[in-house]
């Protein structure tokens, strides 16, 4: 039997440590200062779950809004069905394109996204199987590198991945002074402001210095 709960800490672990000195950490690759770990809620074996895929005939081709206000070209492949806190649930399932292989991702949010995880959303990947079943497992549920700063382009998740229930397992908010409370106000944040509101910005700043 394993140590499900000692892997997953050790996986963190290493998580850690590349994100503290790996050059290809955002953390590090951008100079963003302060890390000191990042932040989970408690492991909770409830939260893995088993899931079947329903695959779409054919993947279709999907546009996943960026923090940029732009768009990311992925692959629907199908809709993944699951329970947890006693409701059946469904999550779409993405394939990024070419040269990625079998892996997959999920983009999701849920009740606890803006407040205690990230508001634009959170991640899971997962590799294709030849039976299309799955386990899903939130905690191993992941920040994109735009949580941590504006230096990198993010797909954020559908409407149709929003979940009806906190998931408090996996990865919790990087920062409460980067945590929009959902995926437009990450896209408003990054885009420039209106020639009005500039400059009312600039007369504010002009009366404060009088």
Known sequence: MTDYAGELRTEREMK???????????????????????????????????ATLD???????????TNRDGQSVVRHLGDLAFRLSSKTLHLRLYHAGEGIGTSVFV???????????????????????????????????FNPYCAYTDAFECGFPPSENDLPIAVRAGEKVWSTERNPASPEGAVRSLLPPSPRKAAKARTSAQRRRK
């Not at 953390?27 to 890390?35: D, M």
């Not at 849920?110 to 386990?135: A, F, N, W």
């Open 107 to 141: 983009p999701f949010r849920d009740r606890t996204s803006g407040r205690e995880s990230y508001g634009p959303g959170r991640y899971l990947t997962l590799e294709l199987t030849p039976d299309d079943v799955y386990e899903l497992d939130f905690n191993r549920a």
């Open 55 to 65: 695959r779409l005939p054919t993947p279709a081709e999907a546009f996943l809004r």
């Open 16 to 50: 850690d440590r590349f994100m503290a000195r790996h050059p290809e950490s955002p953390f590090v690759a951008e100079g963003v200062p302060g890390f000191e770990g990042l932040k989970y809620f408690p492991i909770d074996e409830g939260y893995r779950v088993r």
